[in-house]
């Protein structure tokens, strides 16, 4: 009975030195795998700024390409970072499988408005994180200009959010420009006319007038009659000729 027991924990011991020798003999032959793919999917959405080329010159470690090197001197978390300094990149996630294939998945920066800042121009995406302007891509968005400083950027946000927030006014509004007196004019698509919106207040009120001016000169086809449509007065629309 005794025996029995001995012989059972001596086949248990050489079951589990068995084990862990194949799991390390395995382990060993996985890391000398060398990098035989480079497999890069760029995420779909609106923008362009990147392709295949200019994302698989981003994974390089010690200035060279990671194709062809031993798994086991691959620094994931460098090649992401190293990806993550572009730009145009807001989220990278680099991995290695076990056939050697190191696989890259870019999400792009989503740009909402360009900004025209004295001298600088740039883009500014949905977190609020400024990127520069593209040779290879130009985004259809939001034109802001008339803005002197990050501040003033700031102030002019929640029209903006109003704007993009509306699917009509998001694709009726094509620019904003802040005045030198502060007030801000809106620049349209349906027409050559320019929307005196005023002060950064009243927004929600200020577009609900709008919109109910242009139901009624849309329909009675006056609206091309103006040259400037005010929303700033209190209870009432003010047009130019």
């Not at 890391?31 to 010159?57: A, P, R, T």
């Amino acid at each position: 009975m005794k025996f029995k027991k001995f012989l059972k924990y001596i086949l248990l011991f050489c079951l589990l030195i068995t084990v862990g020798f194949l799991y390390s003999f395995s382990a060993g032959r996985n890391h000398q795998k060398k990098v035989s793919k480079i497999d890069i999917k760029i995420e779909s959405g609106i923008s362009k700024f990147l392709n295949h080329s200019m994302v698989n010159k981003l994974l390089i470690q010690k200035n060279e390409t990671v194709k062809n090197l031993p798994k086991s001197v691959i620094n994931l978390y460098g090649l992401e970072s190293n990806i993550s300094k572009n730009p145009y990149v807001e989220k990278a996630v680099v991995f290695l499988t076990i056939q050697g294939k190191l696989k890259t998945t870019v999400k792009q920066r989503t740009p909402i408005v360009r900004i025209i800042q004295d001298e600088d121009v740039y883009y500014v995406d949905k977190q609020g994180v400024k990127v520069p302007l593209s040779e290879n891509y130009s985004a259809r968005v939001l034109l802001v200009s008339g803005v002197k400083n990050d501040t003033e950027m700031k102030e002019m946000m929640p029209l903006i959010s109003t704007i993009l927030e509306d699917n009509f006014l998001e694709k009726e509004v094509v620019g904003v420009e802040k005045l030198k007196n502060g007030e801000v004019q809106l620049a349209v698509r349906s027409g050559d006319y320019k929307i005196d919106f005023g002060a950064i207040s009243e927004i929600e009120t200020k577009f609900r007038k709008l919109k109910a001016f242009y139901n009624k000169t849309f329909s009675d086809k006056t609206i091309q009659n103006y040259k400037l449509i005010n929303v700033k007065y209190h209870n009432q629309v003010v047009c130019t000729k």
